[in-house]
């Protein structure tokens, strides 16, 4: 399956870092142009070439990282999804001021899906810090943990496939509201605890 990233900062180049050492290959893209990517790319190089968001967004799993308030912009003149899956790895809070975003009640991946029409969104990759993301899964001597959740049962199988490709130990939440709801950032339960498989 093609991956692409769409979000190029601390979350979606930790996602690249961990796709590179497993040798998964990934277009990768932000609002500067591939050009801004050319450091990350030779770090990175063959796995991750730069694209545009248009490029990352044609693949059949699409993750996205970009800052809560500019997500509207970064998704609005995309082709259509079609069915493609995509993660929502993003919370609905901001640097500098890290004020939660009044969501009216809603679990910030439901809003996040009404900006990806027609894909199936699975929420992940959201609720741990960068570096625990793109450093070694296998650090503590287990199999670090990331949660995820959504809707359609193949979108979630196929990214719980990727997250064991990776080498984390992957965690079914169930459905985007109920595992949203727990995985949140800030708000739920779950982030921010480094949590390890053993067996
Ligand atoms: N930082 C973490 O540890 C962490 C952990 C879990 C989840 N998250 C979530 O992940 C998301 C990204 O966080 P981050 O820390 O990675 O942010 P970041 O370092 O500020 O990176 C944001 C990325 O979004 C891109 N972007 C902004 N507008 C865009 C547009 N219109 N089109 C395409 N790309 C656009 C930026 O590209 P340009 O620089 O070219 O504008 C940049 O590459 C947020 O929702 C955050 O809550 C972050």
Do not use: C
């Not at 190029?8 to 142009?33: E, H, M, Q, V, W």
């Not at 003149?77 to 919370?91: E, K, M, T």
């Not at 969501?103 to 029409?117: D, I, K, N, T």
């Amino acid at each position: 399956m093609s991956i692409g990233i769409i979000g190029s900062g601390n979350i979606g180049s930790a996602f690249a870092r961990a796709l590179a050492k497993a040798g998964i290959p990934a277009i990768i893209a932000n609002s500067r142009g591939p050009a801004s990517l050319a450091t990350l790319e030779a770090e990175l190089r063959p796995f991750i070439k730069a694209g545009t968001p248009e490029e990352a967004a044609s693949a059949d799993i699409v993750l996205v990282a970009v800052n809560w308030s500019k997500l509207p912009q970064a998704l609005r003149d995309l082709p259509d999804w079609n069915g493609r899956v995509v993660i929502d790895a993003n919370n609905p809070i901001e640097a500098p001021l890290f004020k939660p975003v009044d969501l009216g009640g809603r679990v910030s991946s439901e809003v996040f899906a009404g900006l990806v029409p027609g894909a199936r969104v699975v929420k992940a990759f959201n609720h741990l810090q960068a570096h625990l993301v793109s450093s070694d899964p296998a650090a503590e001597g287990g199999r670090r943990v990331l949660f995820y959740s959504g809707d359609d049962a193949a979108a979630k199988a196929d990214v719980g496939a990727l997250i064991g490709q990776l080498g984390f130990f992957g965690i079914d939440l169930g459905d985007l509201v109920t595992g949203g709801r727990l995985a949140q950032f800030p708000g739920g339960p779950l982030p921010t605890l480094n949590l390890v498989r053993f067996g």
